[in-house]
Structure formats: structure tokens, C-alpha cells
């Protein structure tokens, strides 16, 4: 049994709600708090949020984190 970690982020936009949420609903947990900056090359503000799961499977680098 492995935990893995995952770093979420997108423009702040709802995309950002429905990927933190698509995540939540396959079984990650929030970590930590989210963050926001902002972007000078796009001139938009981003958001960050990392995820947590415990997976049966042992970690290893080419693990598939999204298909968790």
C-alpha cells in the first residue's frame, strides 16, 4: 500500500472546481490549503491545490498518478 500525491492546477476558472472535483469524486483527499498566483506571462491568476490517495499498488516512478 502506497500514499500518492498529486498537485492540481489550471487557470481560476470553474475548469480548476471541476478538476479538484473530478479528483475528489475518484476517491483523492485534499492536502494542504490551496494556493493562487498569479501568471505575468498569461495575465491570469492560477490555482493549486494537491490531492492525496492510498492506492493497494507499491509506488513506483511510472506509476500513472492520474489513473489512480
Same mark, same amino acid.
Given at each position: 500500500? =502506497?500514499?500518492? *500525491?498529486?498537485? #492540481? /492546477? @489550471? @487557470? ?8 479538484? /472535483?473530478?479528483? #475528489? =469524486?475518484? +476517491?483523492?483527499?485534499?492536502? +494542504? /490549503? ?5 501568471? =505575468?506571462?498569461? +495575465?491570469?491568476?492560477?490555482? %493549486? &491545490? ?5 492506492? =493497494?499498488?507499491? *509506488?513506483?516512478? @511510472?506509476?500513472?498518478? %492520474?489513473? &489512480?
Amino acid at each position: 500500500m =502506497a500514499t500518492i *500525491y498529486r498537485f #492540481l /492546477s @489550471e @487557470e481560476d476558472t470553474s475548469a480548476f472546481c471541476h478538476k479538484v /472535483s473530478a479528483a #475528489l =469524486a475518484r +476517491g483523492w483527499s485534499l492536502y +494542504g /490549503s490551496p494556493t493562487q498566483t498569479f501568471d =505575468a506571462a498569461t +495575465g491570469t491568476m492560477r490555482c %493549486g &491545490q494537491a490531492v492525496i490517495k492510498d492506492v =493497494a499498488a507499491d *509506488y513506483t516512478p @511510472e506509476m500513472k498518478l %492520474g489513473e &489512480q
